[in-house]
């Protein structure tokens, strides 16, 4: 069972606009949502995360929405870039109360921004 | 901050040999490294935990004797492919956890 679910699969966007990914939760105990980058041939690079508390996080062009009643968050990639072409993951883990801290992941969004 | 390092970066064996990847966080020390797996176009699968010190536990579906783990100290684990095949194919990618996982480059493995 896919514990995070990703939509789109795929996503094209032209350079200068704006990309929204977003990511969809059923398990409550999770209190960490991270975002990360992947470029081929690479591991993947921590963009930036959010806890539940709040329900915006924004660094520089990445911003973070979160919605903790419909138990979902979203990606909005600012002024994008044909720098920002690679493939995203959204994921989520429960921090307090476990041990372990394993990640689950979505099955990913690859972005093509076009110049 | 937070480097994690994977050597080798790529590997070409022979069917039926084994090879060792080595996982090291440079500047930190983690308790926890997991190692995953990656099919082209797919997501990170988690092939197992490991805690310093202690067994690695497993995902379901992993062969844990295919697969040995070791967490010999806190910056450094191994992955060693046994018997490899051409199925074990795949990029192998490990992180270093703290609060936050950081994860390595990868290690791309084709077994011919």
């Known amino acids: 069972q896919q514990q995070v679910k990703q939509s789109p699969q795929s996503l094209i966007v032209q350079k200068g606009g704006i990309s929204i990914i977003n990511c969809a939760y059923e398990n409550t105990a999770f209190d960490y949502f991270p975002w990360y980058q992947q470029f081929p041939g690479k591991g993947p690079a921590l963009l930036i995360a959010i806890r539940p508390d709040v329900s915006e996080k924004k660094e520089g062009r990445f911003t973070i929405s979160f919605n903790k009643s419909a138990k979902q968050f979203s990606l909005h990639i600012m002024d994008s870039q044909p720098g920002d072409s690679a493939t995203y993951f959204c994921a989520a883990k429960q921090d307090r109360g476990s041990t372990l801290g394993r990640l689950y992941f979505g099955r990913g969004t690859q972005l093509t921004v076009w110049p | 901050g937070a480097v994690v390092s994977q050597h080798p970066s790529w590997v070409i064996c022979k069917s039926g040999t084994s090879v060792k990847i080595e996982c090291r966080s440079l500047?930190?020390?983690?308790?926890?490294m997991f190692w995953y797996r990656q099919f082209p176009k797919q997501s990170l699968m988690l092939m197992a935990t490991?805690?310093?010190?202690?067994?690695?536990?497993?995902e379901q579906g992993v062969e844990k004797d295919k697969f040995l783990i070791n967490h010999a100290s806190l910056t450094l684990s191994t992955l060693t492919v046994t018997s490899a095949h051409p199925e074990d194919s795949s990029f192998y990618i490990c992180?270093?956890?703290?609060?936050?996982?950081?994860f390595g480059p990868g290690t791309r493995l084709l077994v011919l």
């Open positions: 490991s805690n310093e010190g202690s067994k690695a536990t497993y």
């Open positions: 992180s270093a956890a703290t609060v936050t996982q950081y």
């Open positions: 500047d930190f020390q983690a308790t926890t």
